[in-house]
């Protein structure tokens, strides 16, 4: 009798099937390739003239459409855009492959596509390729995927690699935005009951902070590399923790963070003690972790604050032989990635709940 199929688990690959399995499976090589994959870097990199570099990433086109098709469509494209601006590059193309459920009609087409125009158009992003079809076993919220491409000097790039020992690790916004946001947009009747009106309505205004384009694009004005921000990182899935360790791991340096210092909003707070997860380490699209030299850092908090971002200076990089540390109430431990994200086993509850009571 054979054995029962292993349930697998949802989300990114782990850490160890991304080395084992993706990154020794690459294609042909390519000395144009600047930048290849890595876990914890969110472009790849490639030269494409003399002095002149593009940064490119792929992601699921991810749609939700009880979000109403406007809100959808900004979330998806900016999930797409927010990966690729942490290079530090301008925005420029969009490819992107629609495989759409059957039950979509002509008119919300119409409505999804005139919304995902409007995103990009305000982005300065220009589609130039895709594929539109519907398909049968196609289904919300993951209906194709897209490429996001931006160009520039090829001096003037960052990721996750360039980051060193002594600079100031930035976090913007604060842990858990994308957990809070999205728990409050699909299940605000029930979310609300538990935690108060007012508190859903603070979650709730979380939903168009799920970006990080706009701290990027103030991240390549304020000066990159040596004049300022060494790295960034879009803090998703393993959530601002998970983001932490993966900008530690990918530069080759040791961590010291102190968990205090990342902000955790009240509405956050509240939300994830219902749920009963931690936010720290639950995804929250729109927290960007940045590295700054040290004698910058207090600089770029001050000019996100001035735009209107919050930020804080959690920590910073140190020699790798000092390992990875989180303080917690003054006491040093392990910093250690939290594995499966919190919020796909929370998501996936509710979302039994509510199609059994729909049922």
């Not at 629609?98 to 009609?105: A, D, G, M, R, V």
Request: net charge negative; hydrophobic share 45%; proline share 6%.
């Amino acid at each position: 009798m054979s054995a029962p199929p292993r349930e697998q688990r949802t989300g990114k690959a782990t850490p160890e099937l991304f080395e084992q399995v993706i990154l020794r499976r690459l294609g042909a090589r390519d000395e144009d390739v600047l930048v290849g994959p890595q876990h914890g870097v969110d472009v790849g990199v490639v030269r494409v003239a003399d002095g002149v570099a593009m940064a490119l990433t792929a992601d699921p086109v991810f749609v939700v459409p009880a979000y109403g098709w406007e809100r959808a469509a900004w979330f998806a494209v900016h999930i797409l855009a927010s990966d690729a601006s942490t290079s530090g590059l301008p925005l420029r193309w969009m490819s992107v492959d629609l495989n759409l459920p059957p039950s979509i009609s002509d008119e919300e087409l119409t409505l999804l596509w005139d919304a995902f125009h409007g995103a990009c158009e305000d982005l300065g992003i220009a589609v130039v390729t895709g594929h539109t079809g519907r398909y049968d076993g196609c289904e919300w919220p993951m209906v194709g995927g897209a490429t996001c491409l931006a160009l520039g000097p090829a001096d003037a790039f960052v990721t996750p690699t360039m980051a060193r020992a002594g600079d100031a690790v930035v976090v913007t916004k604060g842990a858990a935005i994308e957990t809070t946001a999205l728990f409050a947009a699909t299940f605000p009747d029930r979310l609300g009951s538990a935690v108060g009106k007012d508190t859903l309505r603070a979650a709730d205004s979380l939903f168009e902070s799920m970006t990080v384009v706009p701290e990027a694009v103030l991240a390549r004005g304020f000066g990159l590399r040596e004049d300022g921000v060494t790295s960034m990182h879009d803090a998703t899935e393993g959530g601002v923790l998970g983001g932490l360790l993966e900008v530690a791991i990918a530069s080759g340096n040791g961590i010291r963070v102190d968990r205090d210092r990342i902000p955790v909003r009240p509405e956050v707070r509240a939300v994830c003690e219902h749920l009963g997860i931690d936010p720290y380490t639950a995804i929250s699209e729109g927290s960007l972790i940045a590295t700054v030299v040290p004698a910058r850092a207090d600089a770029f908090v001050e000019l996100l604050a001035g735009a209107g971002i919050d930020a804080a200076i959690a920590g910073e990089l140190i020699p790798r032989a000092e390992g990875h540390r989180l303080v917690v109430d003054g006491r040093e431990e392990p910093l250690v990635h939290p594995g499966l994200d919190p919020f796909w086993g929370a998501f996936g509850a509710w979302a039994a709940d509510a199609a059994g009571a729909d049922a």
